[in-house]
Nanobody, 124 residues
Framework: QVQLVESGGGLVHAGGSLRVSCAAS????????MAWFRQAPGQEREFVAG????????SYADSVKGRFTISRDTAKNTVYLQMNSLKPEDTAVYYC?????????????????WGQGTQVTVSS
């Protein structure tokens, strides 16, 4: 069992940057594929970015490609999401998720472990 705790959310102006973190305990993250999802009020939870446990290959939603970067620090057992050129439409609660699949998948139901979420608000 792995426990996930997100941090680093906050309020930022459009065009700004923010980095959110997902710290794991209970298991080493190298044995899991990790992903970031987000959910805005009244909307479904959507895939943002992921990193596979095998090759460490990454995958991004089209809406964030070129602006967001997912990375993993195995020494700190932490996954990061660096968000640049933020837009008001990026405003949401950001969730970290994990599963044991080798490659990244983008559907929430395929993830077994979730953090509690961290709020990211981008003002125009």
């Amino acid at each position: 069992q792995v426990q996930l705790v997100e941090s680093g959310g906050g309020l930022v102006h459009a065009g700004g940057s923010l980095r959110v973190s997902c710290a794991a305990s209970g298991r080493t993250l190298s044995g899991y594929s990790m992903a970031w999802f987000r959910q805005a009020p009244g909307q479904e939870r959507e895939f943002v970015a992921g990193i596979g446990r095998g090759s460490g290959s990454t995958s991004y939603a089209d809406s964030v490609k070129g602006r967001f970067t997912i990375s993993r620090d195995t020494a700190k057992n932490t996954v990061y999401l660096q968000m640049n050129s933020l837009k008001p439409e990026d405003t949401a609660v950001y969730y970290c998720a994990a599963n044991r699949l080798l490659t990244v998948v983008n559907t929430p139901r395929q993830y077994d472990y979730w953090g509690q979420g961290t709020q990211v608000t981008v003002s125009s």
